[in-house]
């Protein structure tokens, strides 16, 4: 496409949006002459306070009720959520332990266990900064958000891309609760059940929530036995939690929760991408693996957190204590297939194997402690603050592996990496009503940000000298946020935001394969946004848009591959993005409800002196040589990564649901369909033929009835309904490895509400 200046972009996206809200606004339907029903308001606490979703000065977008039930079932884990929100993205090569985020583009395909990324998960308000705790199950569910855009004031630390925000449902004195369950093949079972109530009335209530998935294996191992088949799982959850309200001005709510899932990592499966040409060979077929070596992971963890709340009248104290343990080992065929020619090992396959890699990671240890306290006005008729301080500690130990496939899997390689992280922070931001229809909004926040690492090598594959790196990083840094919304008329509001995002330094040394490690400095990221928030058609519609640009200076990005598969962190000069997001949702008639959601994200990397080394196995680089440098088995060629987008980043995604119902007699027949589509994206930082997927396109749809007022309802599901074969990534240091979706799953659920 031809480039368009940023300014010109902004322009004409706005107007656009505009001019829509505003033809939508004014067009009175006949449905809505004819019907009182509206949507319903979405309360948020993006800012840390409960506002309405329109009045919220950024790009917001939310999950909830009935279609986030619809798209977490068939025990699907958090990454659901790809490409249900304009400009989210996700994916993992860990299984289920380890889900990467993508935020319009920004995010990190690191697979170290102590890997940072851009796009933070907070949990009921406490932030889960290590990648196997952003794997957290979702179950009896108020709402997710999703903020867009750099959330440094607020939220701090790792935020530059934007929040994934899970919002649990609280205790309450009122007895309710609810049982669903659900069959489908592959063995699956799937059980959720919530209840809750006062205990004491007015002084203690309580609610206990739980979940249970089971998946049989479909994927048949052709060089193992039937029990050591693959994709199975058994993953169980529990929360309880407790709301202490002493007296109207005090509240004490402790949560409790633990996880525990046993199961398999990602499935590898070498040489499925046809070199030279990209796409699946021929005869490819999702059921089927030819593994060597196991195939296991396994992952326990468990949190406890306290929210005190007291109001003082004129400003009200919030303090947020919260600890997380876990602890995972995953294990995997990493070549993907069997035999090595270059070991001297006859028969392999399938296609060309150079070399066995059968590795694994463990967290035998992770402590994570954090502590917030703020104080914040309590809706003053002109101005509002919020002012607090927030402490993080991280104490991580991570054990990495490697094994000899063909003397039954036994240890040749073993390194130690313990990491440590002490972070501070201090931030407040104001509100100002400036005019009746015009808020201002500006915050600042202070952080220091302190990490130590060692890693250590005892046990080398290739028989090299032990060996222990030392780093250590100590940075602070100013992040702050402007941003002003006016209200244009009763259903219009438009908004302007400006903000400043800060990045900790990290570091990696995954050293069973080589000898040192590499440290990645702060990066920032300054982002410019506007858009438009509108109610339209007299309440029965909501139309969002956004559009953006953003550069991130000294980006983080992890090379990764290469002919001694090293992972490499790596600072580029510059990244920009830019794009738009819409957020709609329609009661086109009083039995027929949609959403339709779209992005349009742009990524370019910006540095003519950044090169790398393209993967081992040979890929048809389509970028222009760079420099040769030395490598483990001599002279390696580079590639430059100038003009490249960035991994993982789709430019188009779009969603789309349409809910109709047919009411009957004490209740109501009901089709539930949703469907996905994100466009082509690269796997790498450089670009190959081999190494991207062309598209992804899921739908789903699930058909029942419901009794009464939503008592009790039955239902017919199907995931993936087309079957569609779509690689979700890919190994480059030894063959052409690659990973892909979920088959069709369906089956049926029952749910009960009390």
Same mark, same amino acid.
């Given at each position: 496409?031809?480039?368009?200046?940023?300014?010109?972009?902004?322009?004409?996206?706005?107007?656009?949006?505009?001019?829509?809200?505003?033809?939508?606004?004014?067009?009175?339907?006949?449905?809505?002459?004819?019907?009182?029903?509206?949507?319903?308001?979405?309360?948020?606490?993006?800012?840390?306070?409960?506002?309405?979703?329109?009045?919220?000065?950024?790009?917001?977008?939310? *999950?909830?009720?009935?279609?986030?039930?619809?798209?977490?079932?068939?025990?699907?884990?958090?990454?659901?959520?790809?490409?249900?929100?304009?400009?989210?993205?996700?994916?993992?090569?860990?299984?289920?332990?380890?889900?990467?985020?993508?935020?319009?583009?920004?995010?990190?395909?690191?697979?170290?266990?102590?890997?940072?990324?851009?796009?933070?998960?907070?949990?009921?308000?406490?932030?889960?900064?290590?990648?196997?705790?952003?794997?957290?199950?979702?179950?009896?569910?108020?709402?997710?958000?999703?903020?867009?855009?750099?959330?440094?004031?607020?939220?701090?630390?790792?935020?530059?891309?934007?929040?994934?925000? *899970?919002?649990?449902?609280?205790?309450?004195?009122?007895?309710?609760?609810?049982?669903?369950?659900?069959?489908?093949?592959?063995?699956?079972?799937?059980?959720?059940?919530?209840?809750?109530?006062?205990?004491?009335?007015?002084?203690?209530?309580?609610?206990?929530?739980?979940?249970?998935?089971?998946?049989?294996?479909?994927?048949?191992?052709? *060089?193992?036995?039937?029990?050591?088949?693959?994709?199975?799982?058994?993953?169980?959850?529990?929360?309880?939690?407790?709301?202490?309200?002493?007296?109207?001005?005090?509240?004490?709510?402790?949560?409790?929760?633990?996880?525990?899932?046993?199961?398999?990592?990602?499935?590898?499966?070498?040489?499925?991408?046809?070199?030279?040409?990209?796409?699946?060979?021929?005869?490819?077929?999702?059921?089927?693996?030819?593994?060597?070596?196991?195939?296991?992971?396994?992952?326990?963890?468990?949190?406890?957190?306290?929210?005190?709340?007291?109001?003082?009248?004129?400003?009200?104290?919030?303090?947020?204590?919260?600890?997380?343990?876990?602890?995972?080992?995953?294990?995997?065929?990493?070549?993907?297939?069997?035999?090595?020619?270059?070991?001297?090992?006859?028969?392999?396959?399938?296609?060309?194997?150079?070399?066995?890699?059968?590795?694994?990671?463990?967290?035998?240890?992770?402590?994570?402690?954090?502590?917030?306290?703020?104080?914040?006005?309590?809706?003053?008729?002109?101005?509002?603050?919020?002012?607090?301080?927030?402490?993080?500690?991280?104490?991580?130990?991570?054990?990495?592996?490697?094994?000899?496939?063909?003397?039954?899997?036994?240890?040749?390689?073993?390194?130690?990496?313990?990491?440590?992280?002490?972070?501070?922070?201090?931030?407040?931001?104001?509100?100002?009503?400036?005019?009746?229809?015009?808020?201002?909004?500006?915050?600042?926040?202070?952080?220091?940000?302190?990490?130590?690492?060692?890693?250590?090598?005892?046990?080398?594959?290739?028989?090299?000298?032990?060996?222990?790196?030392?780093?250590?990083?100590?940075?602070?840094?100013?992040?702050?946020?402007?941003?002003?919304?006016?209200?244009?008329?009763?259903?219009?509001?438009?908004?302007?935001?400006?903000?400043?995002?800060?990045?900790?330094?990290?570091?990696?040394?995954?050293?069973?394969?080589?000898?040192?490690?590499?440290?990645?400095?702060?990066?920032?990221?300054?982002?410019?946004?506007?858009?438009?928030?509108?109610?339209?058609?007299?309440?029965?519609?909501?139309?969002?848009?956004?559009?953006?640009?953003?550069?991130?200076?000294?980006?983080?990005?992890?090379?990764?591959?290469?002919?001694?598969?090293?992972?490499?962190?790596?600072?580029?000069?510059?990244?920009?993005?830019?794009?738009?997001?819409a957020d709609m949702e329609f009661l086109v008639t009083d039995n027929l409800a949609t959403t339709l959601g779209l992005s349009y994200n742009?990524?370019?990397?910006?540095?003519?002196?950044?090169?790398?080394?393209?993967?081992?196995?040979?890929?048809?680089?389509?970028?222009?040589?760079?420099?040769?440098?030395?490598?483990?088995?001599?002279?390696?060629?580079?590639?430059?990564?100038?003009?490249?987008? *960035?991994?993982?980043?789709?430019?188009?995604?779009?969603?789309?649901?349409?809910?109709?119902?047919?009411?009957?007699?004490?209740?109501?027949?009901?089709?539930?369909?949703?469907?996905?589509y994100r466009s082509s994206i690269n796997f790498f930082l450089y670009e190959s033929v081999e190494f991207k997927d062309n598209f992804l396109?899921?739908?789903?749809?699930?058909?029942?009835?419901?009794?009464?007022?939503?008592?009790?309802?039955?239902?017919?599901?199907?995931?993936?309904?087309?079957?569609?074969?779509?690689?979700?990534?890919?190994?480059?240091?030894?063959?052409?490895?690659?990973?892909?979706?979920?088959?069709?799953?369906?089956?049926?659920?029952?749910?009960?509400?009390?």
């Open positions: 496409m031809s480039m368009i200046s940023t300014p010109q972009l902004f322009k004409g996206l706005s107007v656009s949006a505009l001019a829509l809200a505003s033809a939508l606004t004014f067009t009175t339907a006949q449905a809505a002459e004819d019907s009182a029903m509206i949507l319903e308001e979405i309360v948020v606490t993006a800012q840390k306070r409960s506002q309405n979703l329109q009045d919220v000065p950024s790009s917001v977008a939310t *999950l909830g009720g009935e279609k986030m039930d619809v798209l977490k079932g068939a025990g699907a884990d958090i990454k659901f959520m790809s490409a249900r929100v304009p400009s989210l993205y996700i994916e993992t090569s860990f299984g289920r332990t380890f889900p990467r985020f993508y935020i319009r583009g920004l995010g990190n395909s690191d697979f170290d266990l102590n890997a940072s990324q851009p796009v933070s998960l907070i949990y009921d308000e406490v932030v889960l900064e290590n990648p196997i705790l952003k794997g957290a199950p979702i179950f009896d569910m108020d709402r997710v958000e999703v903020l867009r855009g750099p959330q440094g004031t607020l939220f701090g630390r790792n935020t530059i891309a934007g929040i994934i925000k *899970l919002e649990s449902k609280k205790p309450t004195q009122e007895t309710n609760g609810y049982v669903r369950a659900s069959l489908g093949n592959f063995g699956a079972v799937e059980l959720e059940a919530a209840a809750g109530g006062a205990l004491v009335e007015d002084k203690l209530a309580v609610r206990i929530s739980g979940m249970y998935q089971r998946q049989g294996d479909w994927v048949d191992n052709t *060089l193992s036995s039937p029990e050591k088949d693959l994709e199975d799982f058994v993953e169980a959850a529990a929360r309880l939690q407790l709301l202490l309200t002493p007296s109207d001005a005090t509240s004490f709510l402790l949560n409790g929760h633990i996880r525990s899932m046993d199961g398999t990592a990602t499935v590898f499966r070498a040489n499925i991408i046809e070199p030279g040409r990209g796409g699946f060979i021929q005869n490819f077929s999702r059921e089927r693996v030819h593994l060597d070596g196991r195939n296991e992971q396994a992952l326990d963890a468990h949190g406890v957190n306290l929210k005190i709340v007291h109001d003082f009248d004129f400003m009200t104290f919030t303090s947020v204590t919260g600890y997380e343990h876990g602890k995972v080992f995953s294990r995997g065929d990493v070549d993907g297939g069997f035999g090595g020619v270059f070991d001297g090992q006859f028969p392999s396959g399938p296609g060309f194997i150079p070399f066995a890699s059968e590795s694994a990671g463990e967290i035998p240890g992770l402590d994570q402690w954090t502590q917030e306290i703020r104080f914040s006005s309590n809706d003053n008729e002109m101005i509002n603050y919020q002012v607090g301080a927030f402490y993080f500690s991280e104490d991580l130990t991570i054990n990495n592996y490697s094994y000899n496939s063909y003397t039954g899997g036994t240890q040749n390689g073993f390194a130690v990496q313990k990491q440590d992280i002490k972070a501070f922070a201090l931030f407040g931001n104001i509100d100002v009503n400036a005019t009746e229809d015009l808020k201002i909004t500006a915050g600042l926040r202070y952080s220091d940000d302190k990490k130590d690492f060692t890693a250590t090598r005892s046990q080398s594959p290739f028989g090299a000298p032990n060996v222990t790196v030392n780093n250590n990083t100590k940075e602070d840094n100013l992040s702050w946020d402007l941003s002003a919304i006016y209200t244009a008329n009763e259903d219009i509001n438009v908004f302007a935001r400006v903000a400043k995002g800060f990045r900790a330094p990290s570091i990696q040394g995954r050293i069973v394969f080589g000898d040192a490690s590499s440290v990645a400095s702060s990066e920032t990221a300054y982002s410019y946004e506007m858009g438009i928030k509108a109610d339209v058609l007299e309440g029965r519609g909501r139309v969002n848009a956004t559009t953006y640009y953003y550069n991130v200076n000294d980006m983080q990005l992890t090379a990764v591959g290469g002919t001694s598969n090293v992972t490499k962190l790596i600072n580029a000069d510059k990244v920009e993005g830019y794009g738009f997001e742009k990524t370019q990397i910006k540095d003519n002196a950044l090169f790398i080394v393209p993967g081992g196995s040979g890929p048809t680089t389509l970028d222009p040589t760079g420099p040769s440098i030395p490598g483990p088995f001599g002279p390696q060629a580079t590639v430059s990564l100038d003009g490249n987008p *960035l991994p993982n980043s789709p430019e188009w995604v779009l969603n789309f649901t349409a809910r109709y119902s047919v009411p009957v007699e004490g209740g109501e027949f009901f089709a539930y369909t949703d469907w996905a396109l899921e739908g789903g749809l699930k058909a029942g009835y419901v009794h009464g007022d939503n008592e009790w309802q039955v239902a017919l599901y199907v995931r993936n309904i087309t079957n569609d074969l779509s690689l979700t990534g890919a190994i480059d240091f030894n063959n052409f490895t690659g990973f892909v979706n979920e088959p069709r799953k369906w089956g049926i659920e029952a749910k009960y509400n009390f």
